[in-house]
């Protein structure tokens, strides 16, 4: 715990038997209440190696997706009680040692949510980010940042960390199952007025940690780009989609089955 808070790390899984137990050893076990892992139905042995460390598991019997798998994510570490929640993914490309610092900015009540931020400071290219990426990362937080009207560093980073209201609260279930889910998440923040905090964050790419390929990549960028559109329409009180005040959040009573419970 911090400050009396409940801590509890998530990580959505997809074929992550490679990278999942060096991930889990850097997690800093002093700060963190309990750890849960969702494999969105892997084709490899990833929920062997979560029972093998005794981490608490979810597998989907079949693939949802990557929104699909963090919506599973929330609602468990809701229903475990967490006060705070870090999403982590275990194929160890964001640093695990940031936990403590993520978890302190909420528990400390200053923020609503954080992002380990790639784009703050050098370390993105430097930690390998292909080019391509670096530059759409850019390109899209900038013009995020325009339409929304804040000043993030960057809007696509996988590392983050959310408040028990806020995902309470937020309409999680209309919100897509792919990719897309992360930016939508954070559109939804900062429409309902919550505070984002930033963090630096260094990164690593390498053959086994998880990447979209270009094709998906170019379908995100759009999606981003709908995003952003859709939350200026709905400031003007022109649209609503997932900005509508009667969106679903995640449903509490939906029971889970777990393939192995710490």
């Keep these: 715990m911090i400050n009396n808070k409940k801590v509890v790390v998530v990580m959505p899984a997809y074929n992550a038997e ?53 919506k599973t994510c929330y609602l468990a570490a809701l229903k475990s009680g967490a006060d705070i929640v870090i999403m982590l993914h275990p194929d160890y490309q964001y640093t695990p040692k940031l936990i403590p610092a993520m978890a302190s900015m909420m528990a400390f009540d200053e923020y609503d949510a954080v992002i380990a931020s790639r784009m703050l400071g050098n370390s993105a290219l430097k930690g390998g980010m292909p080019l ?23 809007y696509h980073t996988g590392f983050r960390g959310f408040t028990r209201t ?34 630096s964050c260094p990164t690593k790419y390498f053959s086994e ?11 995100y960028g759009f999606g981003v780009l709908g995003v952003s559109l859709n939350y200026r329409l709905a400031k003007l009180g022109l649209s609503g989609g997932i900005f509508n005040k009667n969106g679903r959040a995640l449903d509490l009573s939906k029971e889970l089955v777990y393939y192995n419970k710490n």
């Design 209 to 219: 940690a998880s990447s979209i390929n270009f094709i998906r990549s170019c379908r």
């Design 18 to 70: 490679k990278t999942l137990e060096k991930t889990y050893n850097e997690i800093y076990q002093n700060f963190v209440d309990e750890i849960i892992l969702v494999d969105d139905f892997s084709l490899d042995e990833t929920k062997e190696v979560a029972k093998k460390l005794n981490i608490t598991t979810i597998v989907h019997t079949q693939n949802k997706g990557y929104g699909g798998n963090q």
């Design 132 to 154: 391509y990426k670096f530059i759409a990362n850019k390109f899209l937080t900038g013009f995020q940042n325009i339409l929304i009207g804040e000043k993030l560093s960057e």
């Design 166 to 199: 806020v995902l309470e609260k937020l309409p999680l279930n209309d919100c897509s199952d792919d990719f897309i889910f992360d930016n939508q998440m954070l559109a939804l923040l900062l429409y309902n007025g919550y505070k984002i905090g930033e963090i």
